[in-house]
């Protein structure tokens, strides 16, 4: 069967962080794997001192370099199909909510929905994805952007599959499978545990997992993808975000020593399609594409 992959995410590293090693993984098994990424995010802070002049408040060119890290990460994924909505600098990071930058007309959060989502039909009916992935409705934490990238792949996967729908753009396609990202509170848990473990103490180590934004309840997670052999793939991908993630302290820094189980799993909620397939001793399936009829 040809496998077809889509992912639709909001900023370079938002793939990496919560779909590294299922891209990595759906690659090497010869899926087409094609990432969407909304904006390059421009307002994103800088971890690289000598990189600091690149921030919005300074040069503002951070989106330019996010683009060849982005690059990077792919490569080090094995991810050859890789685009920008709208092409690059099409929409601009939209910052927090609140927030002076949250406020422009450029940004991705204010763009009009059937615009946006019209650039990601064109691809949906060109590349025939049978599996997506983007964000739950929260967009994970509650950026804008991700809630916008949450709305726009989710009205594209429809019109899409509607045959009045702007017939210049190609025939219509229905994606079998649309799937969330996940975060579950018990992994959450352990994380911070090994945190604590390894003498961590920052802010972070502090929280109750219960109530992080981004951690889903367990009994959502209706998917797992486990693929420690992929883990190095995903932290090679994360070291080229190095303006975004740091791999020497917090929560990634178990990648260098006790998160390997942490890093070479990844967990998803299934919103559109029926689970199938072997699934894993908590009941949940273990391939996103289990089921899928080829055309």
């Known amino acids: 069967m040809s496998k077809r992959l889509l992912l639709v995410h909001a900023h370079p590293d938002d793939e990496t962080i919560g779909s590294g090693v299922t891209m990595a993984k759906y690659v090497a098994e010869g899926a087409q794997v094609t990432l969407v990424t909304c904006t390059l995010g421009d307002e994103g802070e800088i971890l690289v001192p000598e990189l600091e002049h690149l921030a919005a408040d300074k040069d503002d060119k951070l989106a330019s370099h996010r683009f060849i890290e982005l690059k990077n990460a792919m490569d080090a994924l094995g991810v050859t199909d890789w685009r920008i909505l709208g092409g690059p600098h099409a929409y601009r990071d939209s910052g927090m909510m609140g927030t002076p930058p949250n406020d422009r007309a450029d940004v991705f959060w204010r763009a009009d929905l059937l615009e946006a989502a019209r650039h990601l039909v064109a691809i949906i009916r060109a590349e025939r994805p049978q599996v997506l992935i983007t964000y739950d409705d929260f967009g994970g934490y509650g950026h804008p952007d991700h809630i916008q990238a949450h709305r726009v792949a989710?009205?594209?996967?429809?019109?899409?599959?509607?045959?009045?729908?702007?017939?210049?753009?190609?025939?219509?396609?229905?994606?079998?499978?649309?799937?969330?990202?996940?975060?579950?509170?018990?992994?959450?848990?352990?994380?911070?545990?090994?945190?604590?473990?390894?003498?961590?103490?920052?802010?972070?180590?502090?929280?109750?997992?219960?109530?992080?934004?981004?951690?889903?309840?367990?009994?959502?997670?209706?998917?797992?993808?486990?693929?420690?052999?992929?883990?190095q793939h995903k932290v090679n991908a994360m070291r080229a975000h190095a303006t975004q993630i740091s791999t020497q302290d917090g929560f990634f820094a178990l990648s260098n020593n006790l998160g390997v189980e942490v890093m070479g799993t990844e967990y998803y909620r299934l919103v559109r399609g029926v689970a199938a397939g072997e699934r894993d001793e908590f009941g949940r399936e273990i391939d996103l594409f289990a089921g899928v009829v080829d055309a």
């Open 154 to 231: 989710m009205y594209a996967s429809v019109l899409a599959a509607a045959p009045s729908f702007a017939p210049d753009l190609g025939l219509p396609w229905d994606i079998q499978k649309i799937y969330w990202t996940a975060f579950p509170i018990s992994v959450m848990r352990q994380g911070i545990e090994m945190l604590k473990a390894s003498g961590d103490t920052s802010s972070f180590t502090a929280q109750d997992p219960d109530e992080l934004p981004f951690a889903c309840d367990d009994a959502l997670v209706t998917t797992v993808i486990d693929a420690p052999e992929f883990a």
